[in-house]
Nanobody
Framework: VQLQASGGGLVQPGGSLRLSCAAS????????MGWYRQAPGNKRELVAS???????NYAGSVKGRFTISRDNGKNTVYLQMNSLKPEDTAVYYC?????????WGQGTLVTVSS
């Protein structure tokens, strides 16, 4: 399974961005798709995830501001990020779990700065 993320960039505080991640390859069932992020000097952390049945999980720091969604027909996961803060600056990685294997995308940089 290959994951291709897109949508990062530079945005001012309070702005919005939408990340996309498309999965390709041998896909049977992606049990979980999600987004992680890693800021300089920090560990990679979960931002949000969604199961194939629609269950979602969010980091406390993004609840109410970020929304994860999936298009199972397109094997794509999205992350709508609103009310962005400078502390949201990080490389965002998409993630997918199929069976007992975990896959990672290449990362897309989100910079929140005025």
């Amino acid at each position: 399974v290959q994951l291709q993320a897109s949508g990062g960039g530079l945005v001012q505080p309070g702005g919005s961005l939408r990340l996309s991640c498309a999965a390709s390859g041998t896909i049977l069932r992606l049990n979980v798709m999600g987004w992680y992020r890693q800021a300089p000097g920090n560990k990679r952390e979960l931002v949000a995830s969604e199961t194939s049945s629609g269950g979602t999980n969010y980091a406390g720091s993004v609840k109410g501001r970020f929304t994860i969604s999936r298009d199972n027909g397109k094997n794509t996961v999205y992350l709508q990020m609103n009310s962005l803060k400078p502390e949201d600056t990080a490389v965002y990685y998409c993630n997918a779990v199929q069976g007992q294997r975990t896959y990672w995308g290449q990362g897309t940089l989100v910079t929140v700065s005025s």
